[in-house]
């Protein structure tokens, strides 16, 4: 018998007797093809082909893995949170520090809640951390759950998109267009701007926002029923569109683009492994977020 050579970190073996090459020595630790598959991109069947064996040993050692979670946490957060689904029934709510970049907790969930993202809030407490500011969607109800003492800041990409629904990116109406080109200065201008700019276009169109007409019932109904609706929307969140603006010294961002970009890059993870079953997407997500 001879070494034959080394491949990917295996010896190979070669017998002089009737020339069968084989393996030998240790094989390759179950961490080792858990780093691959999961930080490197490689499916079980590249994996499989790489070491020489098969796609169900690949997966018998990468399922005996076990994930170790964060247990030291930051003492102060700006705690952003946001929720992403994989299917219909199947997502995860994430929160995350803005200000270390740490993720502090995360739950799957079957559908995304006020109550559940209260649960969340509460965990994070329990752990010792001190939560100085909450940045989320704009989901009804949801600031009100909170703290008073605690600054809620409104995603304001989430609210662009609230009024994008109701008038569409390029609307017919002129008062719809004034509007809508006010709503995408929201990211990048001051409370000041824009709470003006938002006066100033009511009172110029406040007549026409008021119109109704008669319907087949008889009733008086309100003609433009979107754009009001817009216009509501972003009256009624104003005062969480610029919490930032007011607690500078806090520097809380104004989206929740920190956990955004985290979902893209899961996805981007995941789309190299199609049809795993929901225990083992769960087990690479805990991976991923480790929190």
Not at 46 to 56: D, P, V
Not at 266 to 278: D, E, Q, T
Request: charged share 25%; glycine share 6%; aromatic share 12%.
């Amino acid at each position: 018998m001879s070494k034959y050579g080394n491949q990917n970190g295996i010896q190979r073996y070669k017998c002089a007797s009737c020339g069968k090459v084989f393996q030998g020595g240790s094989r390759l630790a179950a961490n080792q093809l858990w780093q691959e598959y999961t930080m490197g991109k490689q499916t079980y069947a590249q994996l499989a082909m790489k070491y020489g064996c098969s796609i169900k040993t690949v997966q018998r050692k990468i399922d005996t893995v076990s994930i170790v979670q964060k247990v030291d946490f930051v003492g102060v957060a700006n705690v952003v949170m946001d929720t992403t689904y994989f299917g219909r029934r199947f997502g995860v709510m994430v929160f995350k520090d803005s200000l270390s970049g740490q993720i502090l907790y995360k739950q799957y969930v079957h559908q995304e809640t006020n109550k559940l993202y209260l649960q969340g809030i509460e965990e994070i407490a329990r752990r010792g951390i001190r939560i100085q500011a909450i940045i989320c969607d704009g989901r009804k109800g949801l600031f009100q759950l909170f703290d008073k003492d605690v600054p809620v800041q409104m995603c304001n990409f989430h609210q662009v998109a609230i009024v994008r629904r109701y008038l569409t990116k390029k609307p017919k109406l002129q008062a719809s267009k004034e509007l809508w080109e006010l709503t995408m200065l929201l990211v990048n201008t001051d409370k000041e701007s824009f709470t003006g700019g938002l006066q100033l276009w009511y009172s110029k169109w406040e007549a026409f926002l008021n119109e109704r007409r008669i319907d087949t019932a008889g009733k008086k109904r309100y003609v433009h029923k979107k754009l009001r609706s817009a216009y509501r929307s972003l009256k009624t969140n104003l005062p969480y569109l610029f919490t930032w603006y007011d607690n500078m010294e806090l520097k809380i961002p104004n989206t929740t683009n920190a956990i955004d970009g985290h979902f893209a890059d899961l996805k981007n993870k995941l789309r190299n492994h199609n049809g795993l079953s929901i225990a083992r997407k769960k087990k690479f997500i805990d991976e991923f977020f480790k929190a």
